[in-house]
């Protein structure tokens, strides 16, 4: 930090500030310190800035210094500017100084002297110091052996500590201080004669923008200048009764700062009963940092005296902001309803001040400072209508509450509460719940309120005249959802209340929107179908919303996009119906569903023999057939080739006779083997992949009457087989090492009536057996570890048909060619009754049977010229949708791929194949 001092080697070095004496050529010695670890270069500059009184002839100065010269001296408003230039040079870590001879000035005062430097480039300026300018000493007596100086700040008031305070840097607030400088005259009469010049007490301060400084003296040409923090605004005056002795001067504005003076009349200038002389200085508003000032006091002119100088101390001080007095004339007492209170306070220091009731929650703020008259404290006055029945106010200064100060006051006849606002929405909060937001808003509640809310109570107290507001988690409520509000107003007698009730729905934004959803079928390079890619759109989705299409959870961009691909294979096999679901917690789900149809792509000509029946056989991923011709043969061909027959083996114990329309050809559940059923049951049987030479002939009937078809079924876990044998059900264990002509345990008829099995199924854990008897209108069933010799345990049966059971389901399907009716087998024995899910609405049909996917979720009807495909619901197998209704003329059987891309219809001159796809998008 670049420092300087001034002392006069002619005056004495003790003294302060240092004198300087009119009449003579003065020589001043100026030293630094700087404190830099460089030199001084060539372009380096001092300048030395003086008020104008301390110099009359400017060409008389001269610089004294080995290091530095004088550059040129030049008049700026009411100061002298004088430059010195680099000589030689000099280290700046070291203390150098330089001597200014010639100081010539012009009359008594204390002036200031300020010194800017330039060393390599960069401005530095030093503090200001001071001067005083007075008569050199005479040998006359030192006038403070009958005058002694005491200061004292603002010690006027008793409210707050009497010391100088500072106030805030952008004088919001102004602090007016006042400074009481008492003179004493300790051996009076001290007199003037009223010849010669007046005794003078020249008055003044140290001024800056320092800690330094008491003011800044910055004038009103000057762009920072501020009339409320310049000295040149400080009032100054003697006291009562004192005008006679003494004449208080205001500072010359021509000067470059001010300095008071107080010019004593002709006569008793102090007597002895009047040996005190009272100044005051008002009006003296600082924003400077804290530290020390000074306060100037310079006398000439005191016959018998030498002039001189002394300096007092002004300690300056940060303001705290702080409540003086709070009051009202209305306090402890009782007031009528709508009669506003007055409240009145003083404060010190601070912005602004907040009045508060109702625990703080109703508060009203009032700037302390309005432009007034600047003093050292404010005082305000409002009036606020009490809202409550008993009413405290509170007073808080820049946030600092001051609860010692309260009003309090009574309201009489007090009018019970009102409900001024009961509102309510659904509301989504930041962190994403949901909430039902109440909004309540009462009146004339009173300090010890109470909202009940559908029974729940909840304390009002702070709420009297204020928003109110509950979040109620809205997960549990029904919407539309009614709230009951009673406010209730604990403090009268009785307590009194108000109601009011609401009711709340729910807003479309939480309604989610599908605005778009569609499938594309995939293929591979073969052309065959190994994919599904979902797309859809939607609309107001939030992070709580779930998002689901056939209950696999999708995700959803931030444009509301999102897609699902699914690999499509006999693990994976397609389904009948995709369905998109948007829920959240309390919103009936927005439900969109992409279905699929079979459409025809291929049809493969038989020749001059007819496919009769088939199955397919997942683990060789083949299509079996049976054709008939001059001879019966049993062919197989890849599911990805269809109508690519091999040759096939001739069935050699068999004749065409023995086929008919309902034949039926039943896959083993492991692919092992078949079973043929027609007027004859023949076992069909594969070993290491190839077909055995032989096909077994299990067992022939001359049943002619047997109009719908001959069943056969597997238990899922190989263990049994069953057919229809001669008026009953036959089973065996399906081992070909046991396989022998006639060699079946059968089960008996039911009672005497003739058992015509119209179908047998096998329910998918293998423990129970159901057939269809439409002669005696019975679907019995039996347990297959516990088989019974007669049927005892049955259906009723509504009319009759061909039975079959879902593999992975447990729900049985028939049909009777007009409905197709379902059970669900994982009832108890008393529940289990028929129920109609479809109606065909075809007439009926000859040569009909139902067949079913091996997942379950595709249900087919053959008739005789009409083929329907049903998609099952995986979650509700009860429910059936039709996806294709298809005529077609003499159809023989159907066969499903087990991955349900495609489905094999053979007819009477040709195989078709017909594929799923997407054919109605988004509906």
Request: hydrophobic residues 40%.
């Amino acid at each position: 930090m670049f420092t300087f001092t001034i002392t006069n080697p002619a005056a004495p070095q003790n003294a302060n500030p240092t004198p300087v004496y009119l009449g003579q050529a003065n020589t001043l010695e100026f030293h630094f310190q700087a404190g830099m670890h460089e030199q001084t270069q060539a372009g380096d500059q001092i300048t030395i800035v003086l008020d104008q009184r301390l110099l009359d002839n400017p060409a008389s100065l001269k610089v004294n210094s080995d290091y530095w010269k004088l550059g040129a001296c030049t008049a700026q408003g009411n100061t002298y500017v004088l430059r010195c230039d680099f000589l030689a040079a000099v280290s700046l870590s070291e203390p150098f100084a330089l001597q200014l001879e010639g100081l010539t000035p012009v009359s008594a005062c204390v002036a200031q002297v300020n010194i800017q430097a330039r060393f390599g480039g960069r401005p530095y300026s030093g503090s200001s110091q001071s001067l005083a300018v007075m008569n050199p000493p005479s040998a006359h007596k030192d006038l403070r052996e009958v005058l002694s100086f005491e200061l004292l700040v603002n010690d006027f008031q008793q409210e707050v500590m009497q010391q100088f305070y500072l106030s805030d840097a952008d004088l919001q607030t102004p602090i007016a201080n006042t400074l009481h400088l008492i003179v004493t005259c300790s051996t009076p009469p001290l007199t003037y004669d009223g010849n010669g010049p007046r005794p003078v007490l020249n008055l003044s301060f140290t001024y800056g923008e320092d800690q330094y400084s008491l003011t800044d003296a910055l004038k009103n040409s000057d762009p920072n200048y501020n009339a409320l923090s310049s000295a040149w605004n400080i009032a100054c005056q003697v006291g009562a009764g004192e005008n006679d002795r003494w004449q208080a001067i205001a500072p010359n504005a021509a000067t470059a700062t001010p300095n008071w003076q107080l010019a004593g009349n002709a006569g008793n200038l102090f007597r002895q009963s009047e040996s005190v002389l009272d100044v005051f200085f008002s009006h003296v508003i600082s924003r400077l940092p804290e530290g020390t000032a000074v306060l100037y006091i310079q006398w000439i002119n005191f016959k018998g005296y030498d002039d001189g100088v002394m300096a007092l101390p002004i300690a300056k001080y940060k303001a705290s902001a702080q409540v003086l007095a709070f009051n009202s004339p209305q306090n402890n007492q009782t007031i009528a309803f709508g009669q506003p209170v007055t409240l009145n306070w003083t404060v010190f220091g601070g912005k602004q001040v907040a009045i508060s009731w109702d625990n703080g929650l109703r508060h009203q703020n009032f700037p302390v400072y309005n432009g007034q008259t600047p003093a050292l404290t404010y005082s305000g006055e409002a009036t606020v209508l009490p809202d409550s029945h008993e009413a405290k106010f509170y007073i808080a200064q820049d946030g600092q509450a001051a609860d010692t100060f309260q009003v309090e006051v009574t309201v009489s006849d007090f009018p019970p509460p009102q409900i001024k606002t009961f509102e309510g929405a659904l509301t989504r909060l930041p962190d994403d719940s949901l909430v039902v937001q109440l909004n309540v808003l009462v009146d004339n509640l009173g300090n010890n309120g109470v909202f009940e809310i559908n029974g729940q109570a909840y304390n009002a107290g702070n709420y009297n005249g204020l928003p109110f507001q509950l979040n109620l988690p809205a997960e549990n409520l029904q919407f539309p959802a009614t709230f009951n509000l009673h406010a209730i107003d604990k403090d009268l007698n009785p307590n009194t209340k108000s109601s009011s009730s609401i009711s709340v729905d729910l807003p479309e934004w939480i309604q989610p929107q599908i605005k778009s959803f569609s499938g594309v079928v995939q293929k591979d390079g073969n052309g065959q179908i190994n994919g599904l890619s979902l797309q859809f759109q939607l609309g107001n989705i939030y992070p709580f919303t779930k998002i689901l299409i056939n209950e696999i959870p999708v995700s959803v961009g931030a444009d509301g996009s999102g897609q699902l691909h699914l690999p499509v294979n006999a693990q994976n096999p397609i389904v009948g119906s995709y369905i998109l679901a948007c829920t959240n917690p309390i919103v009936a789900p927005a439900l969109r569903t992409v279905s699929l149809q079979y459409i025809q792509t291929n049809s493969y000509q038989n020749g001059s023999d007819i496919l009769h029946v088939m199955a397919v056989c997942v683990q060789r991923q083949s299509l079996l057939g049976l054709f008939s011709g001059d001879q019966l043969t049993i062919k197989e061909c890849p599911l990805n080739a269809p109508g690519s027959w091999d040759s096939g083996v001739v069935f050699e114990n068999g004749s065409d006779a023995h086929i008919a329309p309902f034949s039926s050809l039943v896959m083993a559940p492991d692919g092992s083997q078949a079973l043929l059923c027609g007027h004859s049951f023949y076992g069909l049987v594969y070993e290491n992949n190839q077909w055995k030479n032989n096909l077994y002939l299990l067992t022939q009937t001359d049943n002619t009457d047997s109009y719908v078809g001959l069943p056969g079924a597997y238990a899922p876990d190989m263990r049994l087989a069953f057919i229809n044998g001669y008026y009953n059900v036959s089973y065996f264990k399906p081992d070909p090492s046991t396989y022998q002509l006639n060699a079946f345990v059968p089960v008996k008829t039911v009672s005497a009536n003739y058992l015509n099995a119209t179908g047998i199924a096998v329910t998918h854990d293998g423990n129970r057996v159901f057939v269809c008897d439409p002669t005696n209108q019975k679907i019995w069933y039996f347990d297959t570890n516990n088989i019974p010799e007669n049927f005892s345990a049955g259906i009723d049966l509504p009319s009759g048909g061909e039975v079959l059971v879902a593999s992975s389901r447990d729900y049985l399907y028939f049909t009777n060619g007009r409905q197709i009716f379902g059970v669900n087998t994982a009832d108890t024995a008393d529940n289990m009754r028929p129920l109609k899910l479809a109606d065909l609405g075809l007439g009926f049909q000859e040569f009909y049977k139902l067949q079913i996917s091996a997942d379950g979720t595709l249900l087919i009807f053959k008739g005789f010229e009409a083929i329907s495909v049903f998609y099952v619901s995986v979650t509700n197998p009860s429910s059936l949708l039709l996806l294709n209704d298809i005529k077609i003329e003499e159809v023989l059987d159907v066969a499903i791929s087990p991955d349900n891309t495609r489905i094999f219809i053979s007819t009477l001159n040709e195989l078709l194949v017909y594929e799923a796809q997407f054919v109605q998008q988004g509906a």
